[in-house]
């Protein structure tokens, strides 16, 4: 049912994020800590940059690395809630993200686990087009938790352990491409010690004061960022600031604030850019990035709708050689995610993952006497939100295909929409007698009304009355011995 690819999970999305809190604390952002020709004139002439407030329309060409057999994937859902995480940390400066074209992969052992920045800078100019911003999801990014390739760089690599709802890594290394420092900028590599006098300058970065006297040239630049100079990675307190207390060049005391993501704050701390930091991102992109800006329109927003199933019904046992599952389509959606899973548990293990461009598919790989789970989610290339659709089982068999019913018995069903309380006219051709069983769904699954008929060969016809129901989409199931298939029916 139109063209898709398929993706097995063999182990749980939870397995995969399993690493020790401990280690995953201690995992830093590599992206290179040199100055920016085009930061450092936005931070000394940046009245002279545009100030306005229209939609900022950004392409990102999405890369899931795995190694060279095709394996490590990342899973398409997880990388759905990063963007939609994405888009409403760039919400307040009106910057959106969009997927440029189709979501790639690339399997290269080389890349998927990486020991140096050259490769994966080699990795991004091998295949992120023009005018996108490239997002790789890695296995290792050379041992960090992400990089850009610069401040203003095009692209971005990300560990996929680092792809888990509420981490900020993305955002974070975002930022970098569209010119930010890190708020604690000067003092990578240099652990900030209390029990000495805090210098004036760090890597030869003056260091920003309390008093706010020095902001817009110390540190990161800006002033609505407050004194920050911790460069591992730290906790907050539920104030969200650090737990200790650090003293600037004159002695004043403070504490970092970890609400920032260009912070080095842990992921529990960070959920927000300041002002100034989404200004000077909005220059970015309309500076040197202007050729990235607006090269589509935004697709309609479907971040709230969520689909429903419809074939099979919950329970319902199916041919496993051929298991045809539709669901309900929802306007704007161009892609639709389907999790078909043996232990119910989504993400998780067992789950055989389809990406598709139609509200229906047929799968023929799933095992014959298993009861599996399933459930979809729609979603277009710039609207990432939308939930998934409540969880339907069925069962599988070796039995007639569900859809040979249609090539034994031809049903027409008339009129549609059709008025409540009215009948509905089934016209039946069958090839030989046959015992045939309707039922009235919505589209929850829920039995309305049922009707058995003994069918003669060749031509007849059936009434059938759904009866007072509400207004809305209905499904028409028909069940012989041949198999099954389902009409929808809109009652009015």
Not at 132 to 140: A, D, E, L
Not at 235 to 264: K, V
Request: hydrophobic residues 35%.
């Amino acid at each position: 049912m139109g063209l898709f690819f398929r993706i097995l999970t063999v182990v749980s999305f939870m397995l995969i994020l399993t690493v020790p809190a401990v280690a995953q604390e201690e995992l830093h952002c590599a992206t290179p800590s040199e100055l920016s020709a085009w930061t450092e004139e936005y931070l000394s002439k940046r009245s002279a940059f545009p100030k306005n407030n229209n939609l900022l329309y950004v392409p990102l060409s999405v890369f899931i690395v795995g190694t060279d057999a095709g394996e490590g994937y990342i899973s398409v859902q997880s990388v759905l809630n990063a963007l939609c995480v994405l888009n409403q940390d760039f919400a307040p400066g009106n910057i959106q993200f969009y997927i440029q074209g189709d979501i790639r992969y690339i399997n290269r052992s080389a890349y998927y686990e990486h020991s140096s920045l050259s490769v994966g800078f080699n990795m991004q100019n091998e295949f992120r087009p023009i005018n996108t911003i490239g997002f790789f999801i890695v296995s290792n990014p050379a041992g960090a938790a992400g990089y850009a390739t610069g401040i203003g760089g095009n692209s971005v690599v990300v560990r996929k352990s680092e792809m888990s709802i509420g981490n900020r890594t993305l955002a974070h290394e975002i930022g970098h491409v569209l010119g930010l420092y890190h708020t604690f900028f000067g003092w990578e590599g240099t652990t900030y010690d209390r029990n000495n006098t805090t210098p004036i300058r760090v890597s030869n970065r003056l260091v920003e004061l309390v008093d706010g006297s020095n902001c817009q040239a110390a540190g990161d630049g800006f002033c609505d960022t407050s004194p920050d100079y911790l460069s591992e990675r730290w906790d907050c307190n539920n104030e969200g600031s650090s737990t200790i207390e650090l003293r600037d060049p004159q002695g004043a005391s403070f504490r970092s604030d970890g609400t920032n993501i260009m912070s080095y704050a842990s992921d529990r701390c960070v959920n927000r850019f300041s002002n100034e930091q989404l200004q000077a991102m909005r220059a970015h992109l309309q500076g040197p990035k202007f050729t990235f800006l607006n090269r589509a329109q935004p697709a309609p927003d479907i971040n709230t709708l969520t689909s429903f199933p419809i074939f099979p019904g919950s329970g319902e046992t199916v041919d496993v050689n051929a298991v045809y599952i539709e669901w309900e389509p929802i306007p704007g959606a161009s892609d639709y995610i389907l999790e078909v899973s043996r232990l119910g548990s989504f993400p998780g293990a067992l789950t055989e993952v389809y990406h598709t461009k139609t509200a229906s598919i047929t799968v023929s790989n799933l095992q014959e006497n298993r009861t599996y789970h399933w459930r979809v989610r729609a979603y277009n290339r710039n609207s990432f939100c939308a939930s998934p659709s409540p969880t339907r089982t069925f069962r599988t068999a070796v039995m007639t295909s569900v859809n040979d019913l249609d090539r034994k018995i031809a049903l027409n069903v008339f009129p549609n929409p059709v008025g409540s309380d009215q009948p509905l006219t089934i016209q039946v051709n069958a090839a030989s007698s046959a015992d045939l069983v309707v039922r009235l769904q919505d589209i929850s699954g829920r039995l309305i009304r049922s009707e058995n008929y003994r069918v003669a060969p060749g031509a007849s016809t059936l009434q059938f009355n759904p009866g007072s129901v509400a207004a809305g989409l209905y499904l028409l199931n028909f069940t012989s011995d041949e198999g099954s298939t389902v009409r929808r029916i809109v009652i009015r």
